[in-house]
């Protein structure tokens, strides 16, 4: 038996991540791995921490990327800021928020549960309901922008009704943070994580996080020790500390972090307003061209997030052979239904670098050809003009 090495296909990446990763980032992981205590990449590190605040516009001290994937950063905000028997009040609208319950579960949390219909964003007057009836919970937990619904809550709002009930707070900013508004300080979020392939358009494997001086407290006042010895944040704070400091913990994924850095000189070389907008304005340019051809959007219009759209499958149309002829014949790679909206809707995502007028035309012009050839009830011939006139204006 012989082996090659192993040489993937170029593909455009616009379903729900990883999306497209920036040349620039990939030529940054390349660099020479170096020693992880070596103090060169103890300055980078410290660069990480600090561009990093600023993504997340907060001051918390406590701002790190975890060695491991959004799941992991979900996973060290329960396991540290909750203790067994712990109260979590869980607004679902999803996959991810689904997640969060699984993980009050396995900690012998009490989840309570708020379910909202997929779709649509957290109602914050249920959240004020559900915490009158259960004064004694401790967190409310929240996905800003969900995935798998391509829908963003009102993160601030939210986060203003747990602080009033003394709750502390747990915010999934993974798909949210460089391609829609993240403000941890403003909102008053207490515990927030991200990942690094969505709209920061960097290799998978990392999370950033940020914890509140009140998540800080808490943790420091457990009278539990975290369950799990790897994301106790205890031991990360002494690794990831300020200066020379640092004991060891665990050998960081060096060249991961080069790459991490990178897509952050990237993000405030743009400017996150800018990054902002482009997400903004390419959506608007997508939509039109795919309303152009008669399809429609899932979500109301206020609540969707413009790196994530989810796009409703024309009736008699086989959805995953549709995707299956993107990828086959053009390369282009978009995201299935999840959970209940399987089989039912397109998920396209326009995160990062992959949030360009390159990739609109390219998304809307290969699907109109592909649903073409199934005979799908589409207007044919007029999405590429409608996707021209939205960047003419
Ligand atoms: C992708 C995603 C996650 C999980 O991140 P992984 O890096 O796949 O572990 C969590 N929450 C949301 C909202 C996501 O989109």
């Known amino acids: 038996m012989t082996y090659q090495s192993f040489v993937p296909t170029v593909r455009t990446l616009m379903g729900p991540g990883p999306s497209d990763v920036n040349p620039r980032i990939l030529t940054a992981m390349a660099r020479p791995t170096i020693g992880h205590l070596d103090p060169e990449f103890i300055r980078m590190m410290d660069e ?15 701002t790190l990327p975890v060695s491991a994937p959004g799941s992991a950063g979900m996973e060290i ?30 900690l012998g949390g009490q989840a309570v549960i708020i379910e909202q219909a997929w779709g649509r964003a957290v109602d914050p007057d249920q959240l004020e309901a559900t915490l009158r009836q259960h004064p004694d919970a401790k967190i409310v937990a929240f996905v800003h922008a969900e995935t798998s619904t391509g829908v963003q809550s009102d993160a601030k709002a939210l986060c203003a009704i747990a602080k009033a009930h003394d709750c502390l707070t747990i915010v999934d900013c993974v798909t949210s943070l460089g391609g829609t ?28 996080i940020s914890m509140s001086q009140a998540a800080v407290d808490a943790i420091k006042a457990r009278t539990v020790p975290v369950s799990s010895w790897f994301l106790d944040l205890n031991l990360v704070m002494g690794y990831w500390g300020e200066g020379q400091t640092r004991s060891y913990h665990h050998t960081a994924p060096v060249n991961a972090l080069y790459g991490l850095h990178e897509a952050l000189v990237v993000l405030h070389e743009e400017g996150l307003a800018a990054s902002w ?8 340019a ?9 399809l429609t959007f899932f979500v109301p219009e206020s609540e969707r997030l413009p790196q994530l759209n989810l796009v409703t499958v024309p009736e008699g149309v086989d959805e995953a052979s549709v995707r299956r002829q993107l990828l086959q014949q053009y390369n282009l790679e978009i995201g299935a239904g999840l959970g209940s909206l399987a089989g039912r809707v397109w998920r396209i995502g326009l995160m990062g670098f992959a949030s360009n007028p390159k990739n609109v035309l390219f998304c809307v012009n290969a699907l109109e050809a592909v649903l073409s050839q199934y005979n799908a009830p589409i207007h044919r011939g007029v999405a590429t003009a409608a996707v021209q006139s939205a960047y003419k204006d």
Not at 181 to 208: F, H, N, R
Request: net charge neutral.
């Open 277 to 284: 907008q482009r997400h903004a304005y390419n959506h608007q």
């Open 286 to 294: 997508l939509k039109a061209g795919l309303e152009a051809m008669g």
């Open 48 to 62: 990480i921490k600090v561009m990093l605040q600023s993504a997340f516009q907060t001051q918390n001290q406590l």
């Open 181 to 208: 508004e993240v403000a941890l300080d403003e909102w008053g979020a207490d515990a927030a994580y991200s990942g690094t392939q969505k709209c920061l358009s960097c290799a998978p494997g990392l999370s950033p």
């Open 77 to 106: 905000c329960f396991v540290n800021l909750m203790e067994p028997g712990d109260k979590v009040i869980v607004c679902q609208n999803g996959v991810f928020g689904g997640r969060m319950t699984e993980n009050v579960r396995r």
